[in-house]
């Protein structure tokens, strides 16, 4: 079945490092690609998405390039704040089998920490 | 726009008491309607998702249980409650099939359970 290995954490990092955390996923198909993040006793929130390969998703600050032949969707930012300290989840979606809904299957999530 | 909602915030509750976490999802319709653990640690785990009023699809075997009495109402149960039953508790909804972006899921706050 699919699933997702992403490198696991606890990740710290000083204020202004570069940041990167492994992606990798095994999938038929052609997933969407997800990465979520998810502050301290918070639910999830959507970080970026790609519907598919070379499609680069970003949003504040965050990068992350669908690379289909390396099934790989590495999450990047060139220069962490204390305030992205967080989980974050890779994640894809695996189309239902009924009805129309779409599930999603999480990695298991890397801890960041950003010291100022 | 659309907000989904959880409550309680925080429960705790002794073992083989029974259990009902609410989630509510406001501005769409026909939503499809998801169920997540998170266990301390360990990634998230889906438990329920519905595609409609009255359709359940149990992922794992456990004992709990989900309904969905209303389009945009879903809820999750147990009659006994177990030690193994501690966690956050995730509420999630995606567009309805024939719209746009339907793998993307959006998350509520969550609900910290622990049985004592």
């Known amino acids: ?116 | 726009s659309q907000t989904i909602h959880q409550w309680p915030a925080t429960l705790v509750q002794p073992v083989g008491s029974p259990l009902s976490l609410e989630c509510t999802v406001e501005g769409t319709s026909n939503p499809n309607l998801y169920w997540y653990r998170q266990a301390a640690g360990r990634g998230l785990q889906l438990l329920f998702y519905s595609v409609g009023i009255g359709q359940i699809s149990s992922e794992v075997p456990q004992n709990l249980s989900a309904s969905r009495p209303q389009d945009r109402q879903f809820i999750l149960s147990s009659k006994k409650l177990l030690l193994s039953d501690s966690g956050f508790y995730l509420c999630a909804w995606s567009p309805s099939p024939g719209l746009a972006s339907t793998d993307t899921q959006y998350f509520g706050p969550g609900t910290r359970l622990t049985v004592l």
């Open chain 1, 1 to 116: 079945g699919n699933s997702v290995t992403q490198m696991e954490g606890p990740v710290t990092l000083s204020e202004e490092a570069f940041l990167t955390i492994n992606c990798t996923y095994t999938a038929t198909g052609y997933p969407s690609l997800f990465w979520y993040v998810q502050y301290p006793g918070e639910g999830l929130q959507l970080l970026l998405k790609a519907t598919k390969a070379d499609d680069k998703g970003s949003n504040k600050g965050f990068e992350a390039t669908y690379r289909k032949e390396t099934t790989s969707f590495h999450l990047e930012k060139g220069s962490v704040q204390v305030s992205d300290s967080a989980v974050y989840f890779c994640a894809l979606s695996d189309a239902g089998t009924q009805g129309g809904s779409e599930k999603l299957v999480f990695g298991k999530g890397t801890k960041l920490t950003v010291n100022p």
